[in-house]
């Protein structure tokens, strides 16, 4: 059946869809632009994931005990999947991923700024469940009303998965803060490296950010960089504090006007150097992610040549 409608009438569909809070599906009219920024966004986010299994699966072989080492591994396995169903999620708008797996490698995608810094003790792993975990849970549970249907599908149930990787990380962090002082000092040093990056997550300031309005128009995102940033402040530093951690920021204070936790200035220079690619392991996770695809290579030759199989017998 063709479709006779001009470009304005479609795109008024499309929008009176969206703000009726219908989801848009896969083999639903779409305008190209929404199409790129939704690929853009989504295969952004499954190679945070896939990256993001680098700097904790750097300490499997050295977990203090099985409970912990059985705890992590699960985790990172978690975030492959994550990158799965996120990579299926791009596919279901005509990309291939091997083109966006090729994008990653080739050092020309984005992923999450945070996982360009190094992990240096095993308190990390408990800074990066909850607090690193904690920025995601934030900004996913708002994607989860993403007005495209896949993308908001995964989001519920990565959330689920996230919330035991949160809760993992909290206890680990809330045991050593009130443990021995070679422990709480651990906690803190992680608190202080993860902190900034940890916020920077939620992207540029609003002022900044080039993609929010268009997202915003098309109910991708739902809330600025700058409101999740505040609403995850608000929630976590008091927290810290209860632990008796100090978070380093010197000019953090409590706004009784706003109910707000107002931060100092965030280095934006630093998250643009490091998103550009020239963060203090950006090189070595892009190594580790090219050398893990060349060893994959003869799985997927494998699997390719079996499907041919199957194809011939059918
Ligand atoms: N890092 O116009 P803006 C996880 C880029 S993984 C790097 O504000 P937007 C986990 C942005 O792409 C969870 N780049 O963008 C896994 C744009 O550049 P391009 C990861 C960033 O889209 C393993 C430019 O800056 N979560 O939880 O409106 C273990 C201008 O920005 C970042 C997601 O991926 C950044 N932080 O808003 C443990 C969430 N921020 O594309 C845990 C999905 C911005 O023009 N993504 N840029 O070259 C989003 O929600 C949004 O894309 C963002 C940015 C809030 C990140």
């Known amino acids: 059946m063709t479709d006779d409608r001009t470009y304005e009438e479609k795109l008024a569909e499309f929008e009176a869809r969206i703000e009726r809070g219908e989801k848009i599906e896969p083999g639903d009219w779409m305008p190209d632009e929404y199409r790129r920024q939704l690929i853009r966004m989504i295969s952004q986010h499954a190679h945070s994931e896939v990256v993001g299994m680098l700097p904790e699966g750097a300490w499997i072989p ?6 912990r080492k059985m705890i992590l591994i699960a985790k990172v396995q978690d975030e492959g999947g994550h990158g799965q169903y996120l990579y299926h999620a791009a596919e279901s708008l005509g990309v291939d991923r091997e083109e966006l797996i090729e994008a990653l490698l080739a050092g020309k995608a984005k992923y999450s700024n945070v996982f360009n810094y190094p992990t240096l003790t095993w308190a990390d792993i408990g800074m990066i469940g909850w607090l690193v975990d904690g920025a995601a849970i934030k900004n996913q549970t708002m994607l989860a009303h993403s007005s495209y249907g896949p993308y908001s ?47 920077m997550m939620f992207g540029p300031p609003d002022s900044q950010s080039i993609h929010t309005e268009t997202l915003m128009r098309w109910k991708i ?7 999740l940033r505040q609403e995850f402040i608000n929630e976590i530093v008091p927290e810290f504090l209860a ?17 707000n936790w107002v931060i100092g200035e965030i280095d934006w220079d630093e998250f643009w150097r490091v998103i550009r690619g020239n963060g203090p392991m950006n090189r070595d996770r892009l190594a580790a992610r090219r050398e893990a695809h060349e060893k994959g290579k003869w ?15 059918a």
């Open 62 to 67: 050295h977990a203090p005990s099985l409970r």
């Open 153 to 199: 599908r995964a989001m519920v149930r990565i959330c689920a998965e996230e919330t035991f990787h949160y809760k993992q990380g909290k206890e680990m962090i809330t045991l050593y803060a009130k443990g021995t002082p070679e422990q709480r000092q651990m906690a803190q040093d992680a608190l202080n490296r993860w902190w900034w990056p940890a916020l």
């Open 221 to 227: 995102k739902i809330k600025t960089n700058d409101q």
């Open 243 to 259: 632990l008796g951690l100090e978070i380093p920021d010197p000019d953090l204070h409590y706004d009784e006007e706003t109910g």
């Open 299 to 313: 799985v997927r030759e494998a699997l390719e040549a079996y499907a041919q199989r199957q194809a011939q017998a």
